[in-house]
């Protein structure tokens, strides 16, 4: 039997994960890296040539320095750690680091990029209906991919690394920041949801003690994510659904003259301890 989905509709608040829940923000980043990677070994004659096997062994999930380091190093190649204030241009792990970032800036406002279908469907149903939305990332991207992805309006709140930075927020899987998440929201976690595609990040929202969460499985594995937390998982977010189900099952059944007064229900004001209740909706559906 499938794990029965909250009712995102009935949540006080629901806090999203970006790079891989909104947006596939994975396929940005490695294009960054391959044109950066590209230029150094052809530069400096380094071999065998970068390929996407590289990214996946040595640069995915690591910070963005260490990627650099440990992806030189494989290549017997070193070269001076340098500073985080180096520029793009220094031959410095740093500064070919910050070289990746620029790239990745600029390839996020020459091409854009696209939402997931489904989770732009979500977002602006729940947005719709008056549910107070956020977003909690550890990238110090977030802003730039909200805003290229055309969807940085539907929410109220963004905790990324910039704040994390800013107020000493530990990093997933702490609960710091999906705690600050919630803060920021101005809604109590026990009655929200926070919907995640990390291990790290299902463990964050756990942590923070979030009435559900939500496991988005582009690749960790239901399994990884349910053990860390996840209290149902997903293919994509196209799984939920984009109406108020409840409101309009109650629409249905009072007469036409109440209709107004259901979609008045609709808004995020009610008892959010069903939230778990998705299951009568779906039965009505
Ligand atoms: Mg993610």
């Keep these: 039997?499938?794990?029965?989905?909250?009712?995102?509709?009935?949540?006080?608040?629901?806090?999203?994960?970006?790079?891989?829940?909104?947006?596939?923000?994975?396929?940005?980043?490695?294009r960054a890296w391959k044109a950066v990677f590209d230029d150094v070994f052809a530069a400096w004659d380094i071999e065998p040539p970068y390929t996407d096997a590289d990214y996946f062994d040595y640069v995915d999930g690591k910070k963005r320095y260490d990627g650099v380091s440990s992806l030189l190093r494989h290549r017997n190649v070193e070269i001076p750690w340098g500073s985080v204030d180096d520029p793009p241009?220094?031959?410095?792990?740093?500064?070919?680091?910050?070289?990746?970032?620029?790239?990745?800036?600029?390839?996020?406002?020459?091409?854009?990029?696209?939402?997931?279908?489904?989770?732009?469907?979500?977002?602006?149903?729940?947005?719709?209906?008056?549910?107070?939305?956020?977003?909690?990332?550890?990238s110090k991207n977030?802003?730039?991919?909200?805003a290229a992805a055309g969807i940085r309006s539907y929410f109220r709140v963004v905790v990324d690394g910039v704040v994390a930075e800013r107020e000493s927020l530990a990093s997933k899987p702490a609960p710091?920041?999906?705690?600050?998440?919630?803060?920021?929201?101005?809604?109590?976690?026990?009655?929200?949801?926070?919907?995640?595609?990390?291990?790290?990040?299902?463990?964050s929202a756990a942590a923070a003690g979030f009435?559900?969460?939500?496991?988005?499985?582009?690749?960790?594995?239901?399994?990884?994510?349910r053990e860390v937390g996840a209290t149902v998982v997903v293919d994509d977010l196209d799984a939920f659904p984009t109406t108020d189900a409840a409101a309009s099952a109650s629409a249905e059944s009072d007469s036409a003259a109440s209709a107004s007064a259901a979609s008045d229900s609709a808004a995020p004001t009610e008892s959010a301890?069903?939230?778990?209740?998705?299951?009568?909706?779906?039965?009505?559906a």
Excluded: Y
């Design 273 to 284: 301890a069903s939230i778990d209740s998705a299951s009568d909706s779906e039965e009505t």
């Design 176 to 203: 710091d920041m999906f705690r600050a998440g919630a803060v920021a929201l101005g809604v109590d976690p026990a009655l929200s949801v926070a919907v995640e595609d990390a291990t790290s990040g299902v463990a």
């Design 1 to 30: 039997m499938p794990d029965a989905l909250p009712d995102l509709f009935r949540a006080q608040g629901v806090l999203f994960d970006l790079d891989g829940v909104l947006t596939p923000t994975a396929e940005v980043h490695m």
């Design 142 to 146: 977030a802003e730039e991919v909200l």
């Design 89 to 138: 241009e220094a031959d410095t792990v740093c500064g070919i680091g910050n070289r990746k970032n620029a790239a990745f800036a600029a390839s996020l406002r020459a091409e854009g990029i696209a939402p997931f279908p489904g989770s732009l469907a979500l977002v602006q149903a729940l947005h719709a209906a008056g549910v107070p939305l956020g977003v909690v990332s550890s």
């Design 211 to 225: 009435g559900a969460v939500v496991g988005v499985d582009r690749g960790a594995g239901a399994d990884a994510l």
